[in-house]
């Protein structure tokens, strides 16, 4: 079994940042890919950014581009994801997920969600 811890959201001002870790815990055989999701209230829940289980690779959603950068270090088993310059617009529970096909396509695959963490940005 995995499970999956977000941490690091809160509130900040426009222009802010924040740093949000995703901890790992258990153990799979699988090479997970990992990523972000976000829904904000009254709106579906949408991709935000995904990185290959090497590290290799990554890709994000348009609206976070040049701002958000996902990352991740296998020894610590955490993903993290470091928004600046952050929008009133990017208000929204913040997802960890975890699979072997995670880019926010219909080909995804997600095996695990966390239980998100809060990120809201005043204006």
């Known amino acids: 079994q995995v499970q999956l811890a977000e941490s690091g959201g809160g509130l900040v001002q426009a222009g802010g940042s924040l740093r949000l870790s995703c901890a790992q815990s258990?153990?799979?055989?699988?090479?997970?890919?990992m990523g972000w999701f976000r829904q904000a209230p009254g709106k579906e829940r949408e991709f935000v950014a995904a990185?290959?289980?090497?590290?290799?690779?990554?890709h994000y959603a348009d609206s976070v581009k040049g701002r958000f950068t996902i990352s991740r270090d296998n020894a610590k088993n955490t993903v993290y994801l470091q928004m600046i310059s952050l929008k009133p617009e990017d208000t929204a529970v913040y997802y960890c997920a975890a699979g072997v096909a995670v880019a926010g396509g219909a080909r995804d695959r997600i095996d695990y969600w966390g239980q998100g963490t809060q990120v809201t940005v005043s204006s």
């Open positions: 258990g153990r799979t055989f699988r090479s997970y890919a």
């Open positions: 990185i290959s289980w090497g590290g290799g690779s990554t």
